[in-house]
């Protein structure tokens, strides 16, 4: 069964930085997009980045943009999200998604695996 494994959520302080990792087993992630979402206690999961199979098409939520960057190694299977200037808004679960679509396609749904989150805390 694909998994992904989320790692390195915790807690920070407003304007810090960090970068989060997402590493896929038994899923081969050359051939699918990978995505981030976010998700508070109470609302609807909300697109954050996503990036293309091909690397070369990536995609930001408005909140996260300038601030956020995806990126990709697919021979390690792994996708990243480096997190700079952190507000205490960003807080909460981020979950990694991968899916399969067109080589340069990042779309911001329809991902089809999901991880189970890892915590962002930020504090003023």
């Known amino acids: 069964q694909a998994q992904l494994v989320e790692s390195g959520g915790r807690l920070v302080q407003a304007d810090d930085s960090l970068r989060l990792a997402c590493e896929a087993t038994?899923?081969?992630?050359?051939?699918?997009?990978m995505a981030w979402f976010r998700q508070v206690p109470g609302k609807p999961r909300d697109f954050v980045a996503s990036i293309s199979m091909s690397g070369l098409t990536t995609h930001y939520g408005d909140s996260v943009k300038g601030r956020f960057t995806i990126s990709r190694d697919n021979a390690k299977r792994m996708a990243y999200l480096q997190m700079n200037n952190l507000k205490p808004e960003d807080t909460a679960v981020y979950y990694c998604?991968?899916?399969?679509?067109?080589?340069?396609?990042?779309?911001?749904?329809?991902?089809?695996?999901w991880g189970q989150g890892t915590q962002v805390t930020v504090s003023s």
């Open positions: 038994r899923l081969d992630i050359t051939v699918n997009a």
């Open positions: 998604a991968s899916g399969r679509f067109s080589w340069t396609a990042a779309p911001t749904e329809g991902y089809d695996t």
